[in-house]
């Protein structure tokens, strides 16, 4: 079957799909071995302001600290040092602000990104996944969204 190439094509990504898509791309940075999450910040008018994924800060080399999430020693588990996605994506933005954006990420944000979220003044959080959902730091956040209108 011959395409038309009189009219547009109908079968392209539409927006959330696209951001979404952008918000996986980037967690395919993430040098995380259990974990690879992605952020994308658009604004009103449809722009990418802000792109993030999880992994070591800048500065700090991804081999000179742990990537392991169950060790015995805290100073020896991931978490004290990763930043997240959604704090690297507001962090990485290239606009003065977030105010009133929208943010794209594969998992539901935890409760130090939903603080950041909500400080950084975005609007809206859409998420693919909520597999965290019965953990306590995602009830804290989602108590903290619903608070503030998110």
């Not at 722009?47 to 100073?75: A, Q, R, S, T």
């Not at 978490?79 to 933005?93: F, M, R, W």
Request: aromatic share 10%.
């Amino acid at each position: 079957m011959a395409k038309n190439l009189n009219k547009k094509r109908e079968n392209y990504l539409n927006w959330d799909e696209y951001f979404m898509a952008t918000a996986f791309l980037a967690a395919k940075r993430s040098k995380d071995p259990c974990s690879q999450v992605g952020a994308c910040i658009v604004n009103n008018e449809n722009v990418i302001v802000g792109i993030g994924y999880n992994g070591m800060p800048k500065g700090c080399h991804d081999d000179d600290f742990p990537w392991e999430k169950e060790n015995e020693n805290p100073l020896d588990n991931k978490y004290y040092y990763v930043c997240h996605a959604e704090l690297n994506a507001i962090l990485n933005k290239n606009c003065a602000d977030v105010k009133g954006c929208r943010i794209y990420v594969g998992l539901f944000p935890c409760n130090e990104c939903g603080k950041v979220i909500i400080q950084s003044g975005i609007k809206e959080v859409i998420y693919m996944s909520d597999k965290h959902s019965h953990k306590p730091h995602t009830i804290a956040s989602k108590l903290m969204m619903d608070s503030a209108g998110k």
